[in-house]
């Protein structure tokens, strides 16, 4: 079945780096882009950016430009999220989540297939 | 600055009644807008497309209307697995927001 497995929960210091992976199966990784999706602690759901995997192009919502970065491996069907110099702010669990599709037409930043969460911790 | 209201912030209704969740945009948005479910420990799931149309395998009690800049999702019926936190989002602006979310509890 179609599904999207992310790597386990991070535990980092202050100033330390973080890398997600996000590993999609049942589906062709390249058709779909694949978006990055944010929650704070009791806070919202807060949209962080998308990648398109045919190109590996990124694009970033405002406020997760320069420490955030998207990537992706075809060969392995997986995207990545790194982020880079943690702050205590970036606590969170982070999705990624498939851009819906009906056909050829991509209904953009909809999202249709989610991973089940990654849990980051800045402590020191 | 564009903005999506949700509300009311928490809704308490017992099983087998009729929930209405309301999601506002500042501006127009046409029928550019989804709804999740999201429950605690759980990945988001998404509901309803393009306004009102229902996503592959959400069952026909959850409905939604709305265009421009009020929308509204409907659960007719209440089931015990309805009671989540639900989601706005919209994808016509830059960057696609979503809104507070609704927290539908048990009465």
């Known amino acids: 079945q179609v599904q999207l497995v992310q790597s386990g929960s991070e535990l980092k210091r202050p100033g330390a780096s973080v890398t997600i992976s996000c590993k999609a199966s049942g589906y062709t990784f390249t058709t779909y882009s694949l978006n990055w999706v944010r929650q704070a602690p009791g806070q919202g759901l807060e949209w962080m950016g998308w990648?398109?995997?045919?190109?590996?192009?990124?694009s970033y919502a405002p406020g997760f430009t320069g420490r955030f970065v998207f990537s992706s491996d075809t060969s392995v069907s997986t995207a990545y999220l790194h982020i880079t110099n943690l702050e205590a702010d970036d606590s969170a669990i982070y999705y990624c989540a498939r851009t819906l599709r009906s056909g050829t037409y991509n209904y953009y930043y909809f999202m249709d297939v989610w991973g089940g969460g990654t849990s980051v911790t800045v402590s020191s | 600055e564009f903005v999506l209201t949700q509300s009311p912030a928490t809704l308490s209704l017992s099983p087998g009644e009729r929930a209405t969740l309301s999601c506002r945009a500042s501006q127009n948005i046409h029928r550019n807008l989804a709804w999740y479910q999201h429950k605690p420990g759980q990945a988001p799931r998404l509901l309803i497309y393009d306004a009102s149309n229902r996503a592959t395998g959400i069952p026909a009690r959850f409905s939604g209307s709305g265009s421009g800049t009020d929308f509204t999702l409907t659960i007719s019926s209440l089931d015990i697995e309805d009671f989540a936190v639900y989601y706005c989002q919209q994808r016509s602006k830059w960057p696609p927001l979503f809104g507070q979310g609704t927290k539908l509890e048990i009465k």
């Open positions: 990648i398109n995997i045919n190109t590996a192009n990124p």
